[in-house]
């Protein structure tokens, strides 16, 4: 199996330094916690890997409320994450829900969010969460130019986030007051297993009512899935906990195509799987919008 020997382990300590090791080294590969890029080695396929670009020196470690933005650094650890006030407001629930459904916790002691959105793999827990609040991907590159994709458009495809060359991504910015409250739910086959699909919504709530909504899955297909059809049905919907949901499920089955059939699970069952994770997805939010 080819090997995985980079030569170099680089701490650039500016942002423009990195977009210039990134551009002018080929086989430079930004190192987060390392949890994936070993997964990434351990399949053989990171054998043109020359150097490691360490971003810890560029000090994005931080979680900043600014206005209604809450902005986290690309190198936030998720336990930090985790651990954060920030994410204990129900709006938030969707983001915590999904860190807290991350195991081994030896793994999100590691791993960053620069290195769980940068992934851009459909079915990792956080991006689902994070894009649940819409949030956006701080993207650095080359003159200082500086953009925000939606995380949901920047999940291109599996393993191909949008990133040109020199880019990276220096935080993930959310605005937790655009919903009262939100959740994530998945489901997989054991406590340690990947999620077969999993789901997170935002709801804003006003007067016992839904007034909007957001939904997003991952592991239907190779990017993120937004249910705009679905989303919409919900509004005016009584924020009843408990609710069966049955007309929003059905919408959500009609609006799902193109699912992924694999040796996990065929299209069917992962539909299935997406009605029954909404449903539960929109109970938990609300009875977390209640206290
Ligand atoms: C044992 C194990 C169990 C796991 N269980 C779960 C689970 O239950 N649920 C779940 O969702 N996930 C799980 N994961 C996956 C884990 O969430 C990811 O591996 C992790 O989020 C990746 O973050 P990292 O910082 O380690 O990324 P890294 O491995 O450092 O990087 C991942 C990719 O992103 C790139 N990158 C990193 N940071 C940046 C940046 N700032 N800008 C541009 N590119 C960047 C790297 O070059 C690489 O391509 C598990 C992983 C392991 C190893």
Redesign the pocket.
């Known amino acids: 199996m080819p090997t995985f020997q980079p030569k170099e382990y680089l701490r650039p300590s500016t942002a423009e330094e990195v977009t210039m090791v990134l551009t002018s080294r080929e086989g430079a590969?930004?190192?987060?916690?390392?949890?994936?890029?070993y997964?990434l080695a351990e399949r053989g396929l990171l054998s043109e890997t020359t150097a490691l670009v360490d971003?810890t020196g560029l000090q994005l470690d931080g979680i900043e409320r600014k206005g209604p933005a809450l902005e986290a650094g690309?190198s936030v650890r998720l336990s930090e994450l985790e651990d954060h006030d920030a994410v204990k407001h129900p709006s938030m629930g969707a983001v915590l829900d999904s860190l807290r459904?991350?195991?081994?916790v030896q793994?999100k002691n590691?791993?960053?969010i620069?290195?769980?959105v940068?992934?851009s793999i459909s079915f990792?827990?956080?991006p689902v969460g994070l894009a649940a609040l819409d949030a956006t991907v701080q993207v650095f590159g080359v003159g200082a130019n500086q953009r925000k994709p939606r995380l949901a458009d920047f999940m291109v495809d599996f393993l191909t986030p949008d990133?040109k060359p020199g880019e990276?991504?220096t935080g993930v910015t959310v605005e937790p007051d655009a919903y009262t409250t939100s959740a994530f739910t998945k489901f997989c086959l054991t406590g340690n297993d990947?999620a077969m699909v999993n789901c997170g919504c935002s709801l804003k709530v006003e007067g016992g009512a839904i007034a909007s909504a957001k939904v997003v899955l991952g592991g239907i297909s190779s990017g993120l899935v937004t249910a705009h059809e679905t989303a919409d049905g919900l509004r005016g919907l009584a924020a009843e906990p408990g609710s069966q949901f049955d007309e929003p499920a059905e919408r959500l089955d009609g609006e799902l195509r193109d699912v992924v059939s694999d040796y996990r699970a065929s299209a069917g069952y992962r539909k299935k799987l997406a009605k029954v994770l909404l449903r539960q997805a929109l109970n938990r939010a609300l009875t977390r919008e209640r206290g």
């Open positions: 590969v930004i190192i987060g916690g390392g949890t994936e890029v997964e971003l690309a459904s991350i195991h081994p793994v590691l791993a960053t620069g290195g769980a940068c992934s990792f827990d956080l990133l990276f991504v990947w």
